[in-house]
């Protein structure tokens, strides 16, 4: 059973900067699609951005793109999410997820490939 810890969440004015980690707990991490997804209010679950076992491979959403850097640490079992100038909209609670091997077929932006999920971290974007 894989546990995934968030942290890094917290309040910040719009236009700042914030890192989330996720902590994994096995050490089989460095096999692991990593991914972060983020849910606001009366919202569903959305992609924000994956990173290959390696790290050779990225992808992010567009509403991130280009504010955002996902990398991943592998001897640390850690994933971080690297925001930069967030926007309000961006407030939500923020999720890390794992795919394990056997890697599913689903694309890096369906949740239904992940099969395992941290309990979130909240970031808060105040205006």
């Known amino acids: 059973q894989v546990q995934l810890v968030e942290s890094g969440g917290g309040l910040v004015q719009a236009g700042g900067s914030l890192r989330l980690s996720c902590a994994a707990s096995?050490?089989?991490?460095?096999?692991?699609?990593m991914a972060w997804f983020r849910q606001a209010p009366g919202k569903d679950r959305e992609f924000v951005a994956a990173?290959?076992?390696?790290?050779?491979?990225?992808s992010y959403a567009d509403s991130v793109k280009g504010r955002s850097t996902i990398s991943r640490d592998n001897a640390k079992n850690t994933v971080y999410l690297q925001m930069n100038t967030l926007k309000p909209e961006d407030t939500a609670v923020y999720y890390c997820?794992?795919?394990?091997?056997?890697?599913?077929?689903?694309?890096?932006?369906?949740?239904?490939?992940?099969?395992?999920w941290g309990q979130g971290t909240q970031v808060t974007v105040s205006s």
């Open positions: 096995e050490r089989t991490f460095s096999t692991y699609t």
């Open positions: 990173i290959s076992w390696r790290g050779g491979s990225t």
């Open positions: 997820a794992a795919d394990t091997p056997p890697h599913s077929g689903y694309n890096s932006w369906s949740p239904q490939k992940y099969d395992y």
